[in-house]
């Protein structure tokens, strides 16, 4: 599918890997929806783009919210082609720590946020997608998601964090065969260790030892990088039904 002129909603987008794929194909001639929650930095990455785009801020986990974001969307630009979900949290917690069993509440709270917040948008947008014009290949959409390395090998702590990325990762397929007859493609992309603010707050120790277990290129990922990436899923129409590593050949070990 062809970025110059796509409408692409970004879940996340007022953040680190969802505020640099905005960037990325807004250079290219796309015009990006942001959705986020109303206290991110949303309306400064606005400012940072090159075609003209707008935040219509929401909670990805409720339906309410997300239903008037699409509709906003809708009614500026008229439809929907790309959404890429990048909203998530990450909350670490041991299954059993030193004050006892992990909070029910924050594992819930994670799968609802990255997981459950992940198909809401994809449902909503999906049918949007759906009264698309198809293009010469028959596409009318590509869905996005961002799970993580964590789905594959959870370190202590990424109970939740893992189950809910796994969810990402397991629902890709049936997702892309659910709108294969609509002509909407569903691919995962999932990174290793990247440079953003989710990261901001680590010590430089920690940021060293990281980078230790990444066998090239040594360093954590660009967010550019990850944008990059997610533009050529949307240009390469093969590419469906399938999760992809962006990790630098990382495995995490426990922790
Ligand atoms: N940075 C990494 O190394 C890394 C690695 C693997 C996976 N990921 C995943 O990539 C995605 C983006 O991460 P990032 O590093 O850019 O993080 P980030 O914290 O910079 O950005 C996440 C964005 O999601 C938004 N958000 C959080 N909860 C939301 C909600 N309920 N509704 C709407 N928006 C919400 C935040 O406001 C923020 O702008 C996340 O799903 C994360 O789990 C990141």
């Known amino acids: 599918m062809d970025v110059k002129d796509a409408v692409v909603v970004i879940t996340g987008g007022g953040s ?30 606005l400012k940072t783009l090159e075609r003209d785009g707008m935040f219509t801020p929401a909670d ?10 699409i509709a906003n969307a809708i009614a500026k630009f008229g439809s929907i082609h790309v959404l890429i979900n990048c909203a998530g949290i ?35 947008a999906a049918a949007e997608m759906a009264k698309n014009q198809p293009n010469q ?10 799970a993580s390395v964590a789905a594959f090998e959870g370190q202590i702590g990424q109970a939740a964090y893992s189950a809910s990325k796994g969810g990402v990762v397991a629902m890709t397929l049936p997702i892309a065969r659910d709108l294969a007859s609509i002509g909407v493609r569903v691919c995962t992309i999932a990174p290793g ?14 940021r060293e030892a990281l980078k230790a277990n990444i066998p090239f290129p040594r360093r954590l990922g660009k967010a550019s990088e990850y944008a990059m990436l997610a533009r050529h899923i949307v240009e390469n129409p093969m590419l469906n039904g399938e999760t992809i590593r962006l990790d630098g050949a990382l495995r995490m070990p426990p922790k």
């Open 16 to 45: 680190g890997l969802g505020a640099a794929s905005a960037q990325e194909f807004s250079r290219h001639g796309a015009r990006a929806v942001l959705i986020d929650l109303p206290s991110s930095p949303a309306p400064d990455v």
């Open 60 to 69: 990805v986990t409720s339906e309410a919210q997300v239903s008037e974001a």
């Open 90 to 124: 990450a909350i670490g917690e041991r299954t059993l720590g030193r004050q006892g069993p992990a909070s029910l509440k924050r594992f819930s709270k994670v799968i609802e946020v990255n997981l459950i917040g992940t198909f809401n948008v994809t449902r909503l």
């Open 137 to 146: 290949d028959g596409e009318r959409g590509v869905i996005i998601n961002t």
């Open 193 to 206: 260790t990247f440079e953003t603010p989710m990261f901001a707050t680590l010590t430089e120790a920690a």
